[in-house]
Every structure is written in structure tokens, then in C-alpha cells.
């Protein structure tokens, strides 16, 4: 069976000589270029920087590409910001008991469980590894049931917890 795809370093030697470029992009590319904690981030981060060198490139996508990048991008924001939540010793937001009790659940049961130095230490954001899979739609589903809709005296409520975490970071 024939095949059209090639590697990065063939793809570099094809288009020696190629002034312009016009490449329709994957969302995995774009994926582990915009994701530091991404396993292939460093490879193609230096593909991208090389291709940059060699030609002028305008960069496409489709429709679905961009959906299932910021779909990537809202798990991985909405997991980090709420592992981030239940790893401070105070919070910086106060959470229902219950809702901090089902992210912890959920953590453990992705493998990624917490020990008391962790939930201590305020570096614990700085050592999450993407290669444990973000939570899934269906872990945050569960998660959101926990929360009220909006802020109740100092329990914070999902809207804000999703403004918190998505907002900026979405509209970057």
C-alpha cells in the first residue's frame, strides 16, 4: 500500500530551494507546538523553526483542525487549573467539599495520584506531565455536576471557574 506521508527531515529536503510554502497544518502538529508539557513539543518545535529558516510559510487549517485544538486546549486548561485548585494548603478558592473531594477522585483514578507533601507544595503545577492524559469530557461532566453555576459567599462556582481558566488562556 502506498503511502503519501514523509518525515519531518525528508519534508525539509524536498522543498530546498522553495521560496513560498503553503502548508495546511494538523491539529496534532499544532497541538504539541502550543503544549510545552506535550511529549513532541521539542521535535516539532525545531521542525517548525527549521521550515521557518528554509522558506516564507503561510500556515492553513481546517475548520475541524481548529476545533480539535481548542477542544485540547480547554481540557488541558480546565485540568490544570483545577489540579492546581486542590493542591494549595489554603486554597486560593474556597470549593464545596464535594467538588474538591470528586477532583481528587478522578486525579487518582487517571493515575496521577496526590501525597500530602504534593498537595502542600505550591510547585506541584510546575510538575504536571502531559503525558498522562488531560481529563476527558466525560471527568469534567462529573466535576461540574459538583459545582453551583455561580459564586455562592466564598465558594467559587463553575462559570468562574471556567473564567479563571479559559478565558484569558482561550482568547490567547
Known sequence: MASNRIGFNQFLKKIQGEKYLNILIDSNILIARFDENHSNYEV???????????????????????????????????????????????PARQLRPESKQVIIQIKMRRGKRITDEEKRSTKYDEMYDSSVNYLRDSDLKEIKKQFRARDVQQEVGWLNICNLFLKQNMSE
Open 44 to 90: 516539532v518545535k525545531e521542525f517548525l523553526d527549521l521550515l521557518d529558516e528554509v522558506s516564507e510559510v503561510t500556515f492553513f487549517t481546517t475548520v475541524t483542525t481548529k476545533a480539535e485544538f481548542l477542544d485540547y486546549q480547554r481540557r488541558r486548561f480546565l485540568t490544570e487549573g483545577l489540579f492546581s485548585l486542590i493542591s494549595r494548603e489554603p
